[in-house]
C-alpha cells in the first residue's frame, strides 16, 4: 500500500487549539498536509498552518537539541501516527509527523472569517461534546485521538510558556 508523509499542527493559544472541518473527511481536524519533496517536517507543518489558516506559527520544541551547529537539526515531532486514508482513489497510509505549534503575532483574523476553523476550548476537548460546523447545521465529535493530542498540546504548550513566555504584544 502507497505511504504519504504528512505533517500536522495542533496549533494552541492560550488554553484553546485550532481545528479545522474536513468536507472529505467529515470530520474535525488540525491543520496539516503532505511534505513537499524540498522541505522538512518542520517547513511542511509551517506551511501548511499558514495555507490552512492564514496564520504564522512556529514550532513549539518538544525535546531538547544537540549543542552542535552542524548538520542542522530538525525540530522533532511530538509522535509519528500510521493513519489510514480512504478515498475515491487508491486507499493509502499517512505517515503523519505531529507538531505542537503556537501563533507567531496575532492569533486572530483570517481565523475569524473562516467558518470551517474553530478554536476549540480545553474544557470543550475535555467535555468530548460535538461542535458546530458554522452555516453548516452539523454537528461531530472530535475524533479521540485529536481530542486526546489536543489536551497534549495545550498542556505541554503550557508548560513551555511558563518557561519561555512569547514576548508582550507578538
Known amino acids: 500500500m ?7 499542527a495542533f496549533v494552541v493559544d492560550g488554553p484553546r487549539t485550532l481545528l479545522h472541518w474536513h468536507k472529505r473527511l467529515q470530520q474535525w481536524m488540525p491543520p496539516g498536509g503532505h511534505i513537499e519533496a524540498d522541505e522538512d517536517p518542520a ?7 499558514a495555507e490552512e489558516t492564514g496564520l504564522l506559527a512556529e ?9 552542535f551547529a552542524y548538520p542542522e537539526q530538525v525540530p522533532a515531532p511530538y509522535t509519528i501516527l500510521i493513519e489510514d ?3 475515491p482513489a ?3 497510509k499517512h505517515i503523519d509527523m505531529i ?13 475569524a472569517a473562516d467558518q470551517t476553523l474553530r478554536w476549540v476550548s480545553e474544557d470543550e476537548l475535555k467535555g468530548a461534546e460535538a461542535l458546530d460546523v458554522a452555516g453548516c447545521g452539523v454537528s461531530a465529535r472530535v475524533p479521540d485521538d485529536v481530542r486526546e493530542l489536543a489536551l497534549i498540546a495545550i498542556e505541554v504548550a503550557r508548560q513551555i510558556e511558563e518557561i519561555s513566555p512569547k514576548p508582550r504584544g507578538a
Do not use: D, N
Open 2 to 8: 502507497m505511504r504519504h508523509f504528512t505533517a500536522t
Open 43 to 49: 517547513q511542511a507543518v509551517l506551511r501548511e498552518v
Open 59 to 67: 514550532v513549539i520544541p518538544v525535546q531538547p537539541t544537540a549543542a
Open 85 to 87: 486514508i480512504p478515498g
Open 90 to 92: 487508491e486507499p493509502h
Open 99 to 111: 507538531y505542537f505549534c503556537r501563533p507567531v503575532g496575532r492569533s486572530e483574523g483570517t481565523v
